[in-house]
């Protein structure tokens, strides 16, 4: 069954949602690595790649370290063109002969919008025209807009109406853990937090503990097919070390959480992001009051619906 996915417009302008992650980038209808090697030739073998300012740009190639301050790094700003016209050709816009107009709508970890927010947004829109070149097509973006709203919130933000009672809602991604507590669905700013504790952190885990205990190092590639879909066709002892590993982290997550108050008697549990996976296999709960979302897309589902209704708002007090 396809999935139907809503389509947000405003004063002309496209909605697109991109959540740009440590592990991958997601849009509404999209997931890549993100990873991302230049070149001043088309590639002779990757077949996605995408075409911007004289480069070509191949998705998918290398592996970024965590960045924390988006802004300092370029490939960011690359990777978010790439995440457009890929959600564009997704959407069937194939017709090039025109401008799209679109409205950036993005996100940064939970307690870091405040601080980062008009820093990351000027940085957005720092090229109001913007062409990319992507398979045998030329998209020639103008970009009318940016929103940027924060991480785990604006994946229930449509939801907020089912969360009744108290609930904790925590969002694992690659590189952040970001936590929230919901009260019969309104947020406790005071009551949110983020930390460096994502699915990376799972991964070093692995590494070192294969390391230590077998002198190899496992590939990248290994572990993350592990992490995915908790499948590996490798032998002993690495599975089961792999398997240790992946306990350790779901004890840690849960250690933090008890850090910040969380009682399963007290209130319900909510994982979602790219680690929900993990914890639901490996962690130790009580299964009624435990839920798991494994959409990795929902919070860049999350920003095109959250934005909208934010400008929808900013129209009608214009308006007033």
């Known amino acids: 069954m396809t999935e139907k996915i809503r389509e947000y417009k405003m004063n002309g302008s496209l909605i697109i949602g991109v959540d740009a992650g440590y592990g991958n980038y997601k849009t509404a209808r999209r997931v890549f690595p993100t990873a991302i090697s230049a070149s001043e030739k088309p590639p002779v073998l990757a077949k996605d790649y995408i075409e911007m300012d004289g480069k070509y740009y191949i998705i998918g190639e290398g592996h970024k370290g965590f960045?924390?301050?988006?802004?300092?790094?370029?490939?960011n700003y690359v990777l978010t063109m790439a995440a457009v016209v890929k959600e564009l050709e997704?959407?069937?816009?194939?017709?090039?002969?025109?401008?799209?107009?679109?409205?950036?709508?993005?996100?940064?970890?939970?307690?870091?919008?405040?601080?980062?927010?008009?820093?990351?947004?000027?940085?957005?829109?720092?090229?109001?025209?913007?062409?990319?070149?992507?398979?045998?097509?030329?998209?020639?973006?103008?970009?009318?807009?940016?929103?940027?709203?924060?991480?785990?919130?604006?994946?229930v933000a449509e939801?907020?109406?089912?969360?009744?009672?108290?609930?904790?809602?925590?969002?694992?991604?690659?590189?952040?853990?970001?936590?929230?507590?919901?009260?019969?669905?309104?947020?406790?700013?005071?009551?949110?937090?983020?930390?460096?504790?994502?699915?990376?952190?799972?991964?070093?885990?692995?590494?070192?503990?294969?390391?230590?205990?077998?002198?190899?190092?496992?590939?990248?590639?290994?572990?993350?097919?592990f992490l995915r879909t908790g499948e590996t066709d490798i032998v002993e002892p690495y599975v089961s070390l792999m398997k240790e590993a992946a306990t350790e982290y779901a004890d840690i997550v849960f250690q933090k959480l008890y850090d910040y108050e969380y009682n399963e008697q007290m209130m319900k549990l909510h994982f979602i992001g790219g680690?929900?996976?993990?914890?639901?296999?490996?962690?130790?709960?009580?299964?009624?009051?435990?839920?798991?979302?494994?959409?990795?897309?929902?919070?860049?589902?999350?920003?095109?619906?959250?934005?909208?209704?934010?400008?929808?708002?900013?129209?009608?007090k214009r308006a007033m």
């Open 67 to 75: 960045v924390a301050d988006k802004v300092t790094d370029e490939d």
């Open 90 to 155: 997704a959407r069937g816009y194939t017709d090039t002969r025109n401008n799209v107009r679109v409205h950036l709508a993005v996100g940064l970890p939970l307690k870091w919008v405040q601080a980062q927010r008009e820093e990351f947004k000027a940085y957005m829109l720092k090229n109001r025209n913007v062409k990319v070149g992507y398979k045998q097509r030329m998209y020639e973006l103008e970009i009318t807009g940016c929103t940027v709203m924060p991480q785990c919130y604006s994946a």
């Open 159 to 225: 939801n907020l109406k089912d969360f009744k009672g108290m609930n904790l809602v925590v969002d694992i991604g690659n590189g952040t853990m970001n936590l929230m507590y919901l009260n019969n669905g309104r947020a406790m700013e005071s009551r949110s937090w983020t930390e460096k504790l994502g699915v990376f952190q799972c991964e070093k885990n692995i590494r070192n503990k294969v390391r230590d205990n077998t002198g190899n190092e496992l590939m990248r590639e290994v572990i993350d097919n």
């Open 275 to 316: 680690g929900a996976r993990i914890i639901e296999a490996y962690g130790i709960y009580n299964k009624d009051r435990v839920f798991f979302n494994h959409d990795i897309r929902a919070n860049a589902k999350g920003y095109e619906y959250y934005c909208y209704m934010i400008l929808r708002h900013e129209q009608g």
